[in-house]
């Protein structure tokens, strides 16, 4: 039987007084792909900075990896990508992943391979000595995921991983997640394309006006196109 790999209970957010978040709750199991939905401003990155203590909620029960605060340990297991990035533009790509490197209890001995590997997965050997301020963004978007799993997470949280990419890297993003979930990496994303969520999730939440509207549904179970699912669950509860 697959643990829980990450337990959210009833978490309630402030932001200048006004309640964001209203008992939100759900659950990832072990080696899921888990996806997060919602409409427009239902304060989904806000949900993910909670749970990982990136700022405090005001009412909580989180676990993450079986602990309810995240040792030194722990957070080496977890990683995060942001959906807008900030890179050193004056680094190279080797040398961001190079300081990244540093924030983890990693051997030294392994690192240029590792940067090659990720290079290679992401399809930017190529431009390894380009400075990062010459990018386009597109290029950036994979630079970020690349970093993000330079710890083989066993956790790993992707705010919008697809934003900017055209089909032939949205698949190899996609492609990048199942092989992640074969090597027993969780992962837990935010996406607003439906046709992607329908191929590699397994399970999914909608959020909307601050609460949990559709809790841990798995996608072999819909009898409908996610598109008309999720349309319909929004207008019933608007």
């Given at each position: 039987m697959s643990k829980k790999v990450l337990e959210?209970?009833?978490?309630?957010?402030?932001?200048?007084?006004?309640?964001?978040?209203?008992?939100?709750?759900?659950?990832?199991?072990?080696?899921?792909?888990?996806?997060?939905?919602?409409?427009?401003?239902?304060?989904?990155t806000t949900t993910m900075k909670c749970i990982m203590w990136l700022i405090t909620p005001e009412s909580w029960n989180i676990k993450v990896l079986w602990e309810e605060w995240l040792t030194i340990?722990?957070?080496?297991?977890?990683?995060?990508?942001?959906?807008?990035?900030?890179?050193?533009?004056?680094?190279?790509?080797?040398?961001?992943?190079r300081f990244n490197w540093k924030f983890f209890w990693l051997h030294w001995d392994k690192l240029e391979e590792k940067i090659d590997e990720l290079l290679k997965k992401v399809g930017l050997n190529w431009a390894s000595d380009k400075y990062l301020h010459e990018y386009?963004?597109?290029?950036?978007?994979?630079?970020?995921?690349?970093?993000?799993?330079?710890?083989?997470?066993?956790?790993?949280f992707l705010d919008e991983p697809m934003s900017w990419l055209d089909p032939i890297w949205r698949?190899?993003?996609?492609?990048?997640?199942?092989?992640?979930k074969k090597s027993w990496t969780t992962i837990f994303f935010n996406t607003h394309i439906l046709a992607d969520v329908e191929s590699i999730c397994d399970?999914?939440?909608?959020?909307?006006?601050?609460?949990?509207?559709?809790?841990?549904?798995?996608?072999?179970?819909?009898?409908k196109h996610l598109e008309d699912f999720f349309i319909e669950e929004i207008e019933k509860n608007s």
């Open positions: 959210v209970l009833e978490i309630t957010k402030k932001l200048s007084w006004e309640e964001v978040l209203h008992n939100v709750s759900f659950e990832v199991l072990e080696w899921e792909i888990y996806w997060f939905l919602w409409p427009n401003w239902a304060w989904k340990e722990g957070k080496n297991k977890v990683w995060f990508m942001p959906e807008n990035t900030y890179l050193y533009k004056y680094l190279t790509w080797r040398e961001f992943l386009s963004k597109w290029m950036l978007q994979r630079i970020w995921l690349a970093q993000s799993i330079i710890n083989n997470p066993k956790l790993l698949k190899m993003v996609k492609d990048l997640l199942v092989e992640l399970k999914f939440s909608i959020i909307n006006k601050w609460n949990i509207i559709v809790q841990n549904k798995e996608v072999k179970s819909l009898t």
